[in-house]
């Protein structure tokens, strides 16, 4: 089969690898649609340590069963699938409890960290467990699937506080999963809805999808602003799309005391913490990370037409021209977001 191999610090080299032979609990399934994760864009200089060469990287597909293995009975040649990043175990006491997405066997679909390596979706194909894969309803296309593992992110990370009914709402980054976070909250019924970013187009674009107010992050006004439009409070909950100093300590900032903060992004491995606020405004954080099941509701909201998410896609693209996409996102090319490439 053909696929893109990462074979070196920002080399990226369309190669022939033997197909993957699936196991008698799997499904081999051709790759229709795989968009480009901006974790993918980290890695790909190496630095994150979670794309070790050689790998084939990424992990938000959709595509067709070509072939099911013996034990498999749910799914058949020809059924449209999209299926989950993470590939869990089923058994561990993580999973057991519905806490896929901290499975203690976890591994991630594009990675090679050290532990593991776990080979991905740009390619013809990919041998995945049928635990993870979802049947694709009639109508939804394969490069609008592809988007079906950030929207869950989004999904997880708005379910991480007990309610956002009502309340007023600060997002930190409008960058893809940002942006999609922004479209949750207002699905969820969010009340006052405030982004920040340093890019007045994402901001824009995050506008018309439903946000309230949008106010470049470089304002040298920007938390009293925030304070200004939330009842002179500050606002009920935060979430951090980002992952860096800089954007936790707005986050942290822009809330009220006895506020909640979401970490979802992270750039960064580590970030100080902002002790004294958080303690003595009894902020509560929390963390989010991936997804953990969210994806028949996802489907079903994208179905529905509640999320948006063509807007998103920047270019859909044939897998030869991978490397050169991964290029001109690696250098934060003004106004692309999403690029999915098709093997």
């Known amino acids: 089969m053909k696929a893109m191999l990462l074979v070196d610090k920002r080399k990226l080299e369309l190669t022939d690898m033997p197909a993957p032979t699936p196991g008698p609990d799997d499904l081999l399934v051709r790759i229709k ?78 990675v090679s ?24 309803p ?13 929207v869950s992110i989004a999904v997880h990370a708005v379910g991480r506080v007990p309610s956002v009914l009502g309340k007023s709402v600060v997002v930190v980054g409008t960058g893809m999963i940002g942006q999609l976070i922004a479209q949750v909250l207002r699905v969820a019924g969010c009340g006052t809805l405030i982004v920040l970013d340093v890019d007045d187009s994402r901001l824009e674009k995050a506008k018309l999808a439903g946000a309230d107010h949008a106010i470049n992050a470089n304002s040298p006004d920007l938390i009293p602003a925030i304070i200004k439009l939330t009842d002179g409070r500050g606002a009920d909950i935060a979430f951090e799309a980002v992952g860096a100093d800089t954007t936790v300590r707005t986050a942290i900032a822009s809330v009220r005391k006895g506020g909640s903060v979401v970490l979802v992004g992270n750039v960064s491995p580590t970030v100080q913490l902002l002790l004294q606020s958080v303690v003595t405004r009894e902020i509560s954080l929390f963390g989010s990370c991936s997804s953990s099941g969210e994806y028949p509701v996802c489907l079903d909201l994208m179905v529905r037409g509640k999320l948006e998410v063509q807007s998103l896609t920047s270019a859909v693209a044939p897998l030869e021209l991978g490397p050169a996409w991964f290029e001109r996102l690696y250098a934060h090319e003004p106004g692309l977001m999403k690029v999915i490439l098709q093997p």
């Open 33 to 110: 649609a795989c968009g480009i994760c901006g974790s993918d864009v980290h890695g790909y200089d190496l630095s994150t340590g979670r794309r070790i060469p050689p790998i084939v990287m990424g992990h938000e597909a959709a595509g067709v069963v070509e072939h099911v293995g013996k034990n498999v009975r749910t799914f058949a040649p020809g059924d449209r699938i999209t299926f989950d990043s993470t590939v869990y175990c089923g058994t561990c006491p993580f999973c057991r409890a519905g806490n896929i997405n901290l499975c203690d066997n976890r591994r991630v679909l594009g």
């Open 113 to 136: 960290c050290g532990d593991y390596r776990q080979h991905g979706c740009f390619a013809e194909y990919v041998a995945i467990p049928q635990h993870i894969a979802y049947k694709l």
């Open 138 to 150: 009639a109508g939804l296309s394969f490069e609008k699937a592809a988007m079906i593992e950030a």
